[in-house]
């Protein structure tokens, strides 16, 4: 699974390559990127991008995804 921050308008969200119900997986997607991409809530992943947590900068979002790796990449 691709985990990234991206810009959603004024502000950065966190990003996973997988839908909503698909099984989680290390490939890489096989789906054109204009797709819709789960956002990261700040506890789970979900499709509602008005959940997203966001962040003001890049290096923001980067940093988070780093201090909380485990969590953001969970398998569960």
């Not at 909503?20 to 979900?46: F, I, L, M, Q």
């Amino acid at each position: 699974m691709g985990i990234m921050t991206r810009q959603r308008g004024t502000t950065f969200v966190i990003t996973s390559d997988r839908s909503t119900g698909e099984a989680r997986t290390k490939k890489a997607p096989k789906r054109k990127s204009s797709d819709t991409y789960e956002v990261w809530t700040g506890e789970v992943w979900s499709a509602l991008t008005n959940y997203a947590k966001t962040f003001e900068t890049l290096e923001d979002g980067d940093e988070y995804i780093r201090a909380h790796f485990a969590q953001v990449t969970s398998q569960d």
